[in-house]
């Protein structure tokens, strides 16, 4: 079956970095386009990064341009998520996903949480 499996995840300061991975399996990964999303309490899940299947071309929110950094390794099945100068507002549950045609997955999320 299909899983996307997210990890690191954590407890950071302001201003600090965290490197988030999506490991894949139960599927042709290199057909798949790669998102990250997040969702914070009471809000609607939102996109963050977006890469294509060849990892040519990428898109961010502009609230994290500048700051996070989508890439994949089609070999290893993953796309990380390298987050840079986080802020208090980047606090969420940050989830995977994998689009192709008609197929669409997620994975169970991992928290982040900047505070101080």
């Known amino acids: 079956q299909v899983q996307l499996v997210e990890s690191g995840g954590g407890l950071v300061q302001p201003g600090g970095s965290l490197r988030l991975s999506c490991a894949a399996s139960?599927?042709?990964?290199?057909?798949?386009?790669m998102g990250w999303y997040r969702q914070s309490p009471g809000k609607q899940r939102e996109l963050v990064a977006t890469?294509?299947?060849?990892?040519?071309?990428?898109d961010y929110a502009d609230s994290v341009k500048g700051r996070f950094t989508i890439s994949r390794d089609n070999a290893k099945k993953t796309v990380y998520l390298q987050m840079n100068s986080l802020k208090p507002e980047d606090t969420a549950v940050y989830y995977c996903?994998?689009?192709?045609?008609?197929?669409?997955?997620w994975g169970q999320g991992t928290q982040v949480t900047v505070s101080s």
């Open positions: 890469i294509t299947r060849g990892g040519i071309s990428t």
């Open positions: 996903n994998a689009k192709y045609l008609t197929s669409d997955y």
């Open positions: 139960g599927i042709t990964f290199s057909f798949y386009a």
